[in-house]
């Protein structure tokens, strides 16, 4: 697979240099400069195909030329190793659930494979180290650190904001060792970020360490999200169920984007919903045709509290030549944290299902699409559930708050050990800390 630039419809690089620079040095997003369909006889016996045998032929189809079959299986098979079930919630409607990763959130797919991925060209290369730098205000840095945790020849570094973060996504931060470092910041997100770019900016560094950013836009991120989409479709089709509407909970539209990828590459999904909280560029855009991003707001959807989203590129892109397709395959939805609380309240009234806040947008979409077309009650509505609710404790009160189920994964963190290292704001601060740091690289 060689990539180009959204900026760029000339370049061609091939897929390793797209994953090790994240972004093309003119700022546009990578894409794929040709999609390849899916293979017929595999789609024609979809509903026989297991996750990972899924997973395997939607990586190979785009891969084959970047990685060897047997390593690519093996890439995969690490990369998703934790179940997506499509969970019943009355006859018509599923919630796609993508929370049983490490972090609790759908961004370990991504980010599992991201890494994997860097470490088996690393090796290629005489196993040369390479630094992963993030910044994060909490969901990211969860998935990133567990998605490299223990993958050899990569340390990574994590900044996060002191008092910013909450105490579950401090503990998946903080308690991984091996090579995860957590580095809390006396400062805000936006501080950390500034030092990361810093970071990637100064000469020094960058002649003593093999810096990189495990950027959410980088293309290793899009595709392993890709398999999720057919491996839903797989588990309806078993259910005699083929028609398909996918509500997706936006915010970057990385999400969307790798289910509109998966379209592409010829899966039969019938419509695409594109649920926002007030931060709604992007379903304006669908309804007026005017792309113009506002900054973001604050809701309870934190993860979505994005006005410019950076994956529409991408997405623009894959609909150049036809965005009235675009508009007929995609709408766009928004609500507002009241209509969010009073979804969380409703579902579990009825289902006794308790619902992320993010995740509540998409069914709010489900519901109002369903209300707007009468005609068509026999089609299934997926929407994707992505993150785990007991992520955002502060959002259930009283029963709900009870019937939030903790999962293992959190509970073992409680008896793990906290290690942080405590920075001011300052850049050499930083500096000194990576280059007199010798934290073991896992193996
Ligand atoms: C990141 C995130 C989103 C938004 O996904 P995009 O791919 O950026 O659109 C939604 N929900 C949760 C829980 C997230 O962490």
Redesign the pocket.
């Given at each position: 697979m060689n990539l180009y630039s959204t900026n760029n419809r000339s370049l061609r690089v091939p897929f390793r240099e797209a994953l090790f620079q994240s972004m093309p040095a003119d700022l546009g997003l990578y894409m794929p400069a040709d999609i390849p369909r899916l293979p017929a006889y595999f789609l024609a016996q979809l509903a026989e195909y297991s996750f990972p045998e899924i997973a395997f032929v939607v990586a190979r189809t785009l891969l084959h030329e970047a990685v060897p079959e047997e390593e690519l299986r093996r890439i995969v098979n690490e990369a998703v190793s934790f179940p997506a079930p499509v969970v019943p919630l009355g006859p018509e409607t599923f919630v796609l659930e993508l929370f049983h990763g490490p972090s609790l959130?759908f961004?370990d797919f991504g980010a599992r494979f991201m890494g994997r991925l860097m470490s088996y060209f690393l090796e290629l290369e005489g196993d040369q180290v390479l630094d992963v730098l993030v910044a994060t205000s909490g969901?990211t840095g969860g998935a990133v650190a567990l998605g490299f945790l223990g993958v050899p020849n990569v340390r990574v570094t994590i900044l996060y904001p002191k008092g910013k973060v909450s105490a579950i996504q401090e503990l998946q931060l903080t308690t991984n060792g091996q090579n995860i470092r957590a580095v809390e910041v006396a400062g805000t997100f936006d501080d950390c970020q500034a030092l990361v770019k810093q970071a990637f900016a100064d000469a020094e560094l960058n002649e003593r360490m093999r810096l990189t950013s495990a950027n959410s836009i980088n293309i290793a991120r899009l595709i392993p999200q890709a398999f999720y989409y057919v491996h839903a479709y797989a588990q309806l089709l078993r259910q005699g169920r083929s028609e398909v509407v996918f509500s997706v909970?936006?915010?970057?539209?990385?999400?969307?984007g790798a289910g509109l990828l998966a379209w592409k590459m010829g899966l039969p999904v019938q419509q695409f919903l594109a649920a926002t909280n007030a931060n709604d560029t992007v379903p304006r855009f669908l309804r007026t045709g005017q792309y113009a991003p506002k900054p973001s707001v604050a809701t309870l959807s934190n993860?979505?509290d994005v006005g410019n989203p950076s994956n529409w590129a991408r997405i623009a892109e894959l609909f150049a030549a036809d965005e009235a397709r675009l508009r007929s395959l995609v709408h766009g939805y928004s609500f507002t944290d009241a209509d969010t609380r009073t979804a969380i309240q409703q579902v579990y009234q009825t289902h006794r299902y308790v619902m992320?806040p993010?995740t509540a947008i998409a069914w709010l979409a489900w519901q109002q699409w369903r209300r707007e077309n009468p005609a068509q009650q026999h089609v299934v509505g997926v929407f994707l559930a992505?993150?785990h609710p007991c992520k955002f404790p502060e959002v259930f009160e009283g029963e709900l708050a009870a019937a939030v189920l903790i999962p293992e994964q959190v509970r073992s963190l409680h008896e793990r050990t906290l290690e942080k290292v405590e920075l001011f704001n300052n850049f050499e601060a930083l500096k000194n800390y990576l280059l007199s740091a010798t934290a073991e690289v896992g193996s």
């Open positions: 959130a961004k969901d909970p936006s915010g970057n539209f990385g999400n969307l993860a979505m992320c993010h992505t993150a």
